[in-house]
Every structure is written in structure tokens, then in C-alpha cells.
């Protein structure tokens, strides 16, 4: 009995169903043809990290000619991740220092100047570190070039819901090279939205062009899965499966994450009144309101982010990222002070 009781705790390879069911259909819309038509290979697996890692071994293993596109910057565990996995990355152009916003035509450019076939891995929401996204327009030209490319859009998802407040506008990228009919690798994580950091749960999904494709899939996922961590743990996933499952802890928590992304959305605008206020330079810091999420590029370099620490006592990362979801709104003057201060008496 107690061998019974041992074994039966173990989720299978792929997950818990239900889990497996409620991301796939947060991430793509319930409705969406390619859930009706079963051409969702979908895997539950630790977290964010774990999902691209095992994602990153199945590039390894069945396109091992292919090479994955990561955005400049990005965030920071992605290269270790490829290279642990012996998998070939580059960089595209995505920072532009001069507008403290987005290089699309090099962004373009790179993508299209990359060997076809390759991957690119794209932010689906709230761009970490730089909390810069591209336009829907943007988005759409940003399709069309992976599509003339024969290239594979794969998307890191890790605030969905965090990032606007609404589910469904954090995916509308994915969303849109779905509708193309594009084939879609795309890595989920509940550890922000759901704060479920310690449990460690998230999912691989793969977009295929038929059902019997996307079977295939998963069964190569699963294979790569058992020697890699054996099966994923379930108390997070069961917390996932009830509130996406109960209309009232759903609406819970959509309410939740709308009052978090506007607590965000409030900050900002705080803090850009408050640097238009007292910067008498005419300087635009309105790049603080197009960008979205927890953290925000301020423009300041390692030496002026070093005097936001040595004088002002504010600790920020050297590459200028400072993290909204941390500040409060009686703090932004004075985060204000300092940025201003570090940005124009600091070279």
C-alpha cells in the first residue's frame, strides 16, 4: 500500500492534462482553430527555464544545422540555456541607445540578413531587460520577414497578463504568427503572473501543421523530457488547472493582474510627470511610458548607474534597468532627483 500510495504522486512525462489543456488555451485563445484541430504539441515543464531549455534540445537534436537569433540585450539565462544545449546563437539589433527605444530596421535587418531556417527567439510581452515591444504594425513586419525567411518564430512568454493587464493583448504576438499559419515554438511561465516561482511551472508548446505532426512532436519532447528531469511536479500545475478551471478564481485573478499592470502603468506616468517636471533641459523621457511591464531602460550608462548607487542609494542593474514593480509612487521624485542628477552632471 505505501509503494501504491509512493507511485501514484507521479505526474506522466507530459504533465498534468488539465494543465496542459488551460495553458495551451490561455496562451492561444480556446477558440483558436489550431486547439480545436489538435495541432498543439504542448508539455509542462519546469518553469520558463526549463521549457526553453527542453526546447533548446529539440533544436539540438532535430535541426542541428539550424542557428537561434537572440535579441540585444536580452535576458541573461537565455545564452547560458542555447549553450548549454550546444545549440549556435547570434544576436539581432534590438536596443537603440539614442532613443532609448526599439532598433527595428537593424531588428529587420538581421532577421533578414540570418540563414533561412533559422530560429528567432522573440519576446512575446514586456521585453526583458528593456521593457520595449514592437508595435502590432511592427509585429506584422516582423511576420512577414520570418515568413519570407522560412524562419522559426519562437516565443519566450513569461508575463502573460502581467504585462497590460489582459491576457489576451499579451498574446496577441503569438497570436498573429499563428493566424499567418506559421509553425510556432513558444516557452510559458506561471512564476510572475500566478507567483508560482518555487513550484517551478511552465509549458513547451509546439504549433505544428497537423494533428499527426504534433504528435510526433510531443512524443520527441517526452523522450528528450524523461532523461532530462523524468516528469514535472503538481502542486503548481493543479493551481493553475483550478483557478483557469473556476470562473470565480479566474476572474479573481484577472482582476488581480489588472490592478497590478496598472499599479506599473501608474508608476510610470508618475515618474515621467515628475522627470518632465524638474528637467528644465528639455530632454524626452517620454520612452518611459512606451515602454510596458516591471522594468524600464532609463539611457544611463555603467558610470551614471554607479552614481545612482554611490550618491543616491538607489540599486540598479550597470546596463541602466531599473524595476518598477518595486517603486513606490512617493518615491518618484526622488528617483527623479537622481536620475536627472546621474544623467546630466555624469558623464
Avoid at 147 to 165: L, N, R
Avoid at 292 to 302: A, D, H, P, R
Avoid at 308 to 331: Q, V
Amino acid at each position: 500500500m505505501s509503494k501504491l500510495c509512493f507511485f501514484v504522486q507521479y505526474l506522466p512525462i507530459e504533465g498534468l492534462a488539465a494543465f496542459n489543456k488551460a495553458t495551451a488555451e490561455l496562451l492561444f485563445g480556446a477558440d483558436n482553430p489550431v486547439i480545436k484541430q489538435g495541432r498543439v504539441a504542448t508539455l509542462q515543464s519546469l518553469s520558463g527555464t526549463g521549457s526553453l531549455r527542453l526546447a533548446a534540445a529539440f533544436i539540438q537534436r532535430y535541426f542541428p544545422e539550424a542557428k537561434v537569433l537572440i535579441s540585444s540585450p536580452t535576458w541573461g539565462n537565455h545564452k547560458n540555456i542555447f549553450n548549454d544545449a550546444r545549440v549556435p546563437w547570434s544576436e539581432y539589433r534590438y536596443y537603440d541607445p539614442k532613443t532609448v527605444g526599439l532598433d527595428f530596421e537593424g531588428m529587420i535587418a538581421d532577421i533578414q540578413a540570418a540563414p533561412d531556417g533559422s530560429f528567432v527567439l522573440l519576446h512575446g510581452c514586456a521585453h526583458n531587460p528593456t521593457g520595449i515591444d514592437p508595435t502590432p504594425e511592427q509585429w506584422e513586419k516582423i511576420a512577414d520577414v520570418i515568413q519570407e525567411k522560412k524562419h522559426m518564430p519562437f516565443f519566450d512568454v513569461a508575463y502573460q497578463g502581467f504585462a497590460s493587464g489582459s491576457l489576451d493583448e499579451d498574446a496577441s504576438s503569438v497570436r498573429l504568427f499563428v493566424e499567418r499559419g506559421l509553425e510556432v515554438f513558444v516557452a510559458q511561465s506561471y512564476s510572475k503572473n500566478l507567483g508560482l516561482y518555487a513550484e517551478r511551472i511552465g509549458a513547451i508548446n509546439v504549433v505544428c501543421s497537423a494533428p499527426e505532426v504534433a504528435n510526433r512532436v510531443k512524443s520527441q519532447l517526452k523522450r528528450l523530457a524523461r532523461p532530462m528531469y523524468s516528469n514535472p511536479p503538481i502542486h503548481g500545475a493543479r493551481i493553475v488547472a483550478n483557478v483557469v478551471g473556476d470562473p470565480v478564481m479566474f476572474g479573481e485573478w484577472k482582476q488581480e493582474m489588472e490592478e497590478m499592470a496598472g499599479r506599473i502603468k501608474n508608476v510610470r506616468q508618475k515618474l515621467y510627470d515628475s522627470l518632465s517636471a524638474k528637467d528644465k533641459s528639455g530632454k524626452d523621457w517620454s520612452f518611459i511610458l512606451r515602454q510596458i511591464g516591471m522594468f524600464s531602460y532609463t539611457g544611463l550608462n555603467k558610470t551614471q548607474s554607479d552614481n545612482m548607487t554611490d550618491k543616491w542609494h538607489i540599486y540598479m542593474t550597470k546596463d541602466g534597468r531599473i524595476s518598477l514593480a518595486g517603486l513606490s509612487l512617493a518615491k518618484c521624485e526622488y528617483l527623479a532627483d537622481a536620475i536627472i542628477d546621474s544623467f546630466h552632471n555624469i558623464s
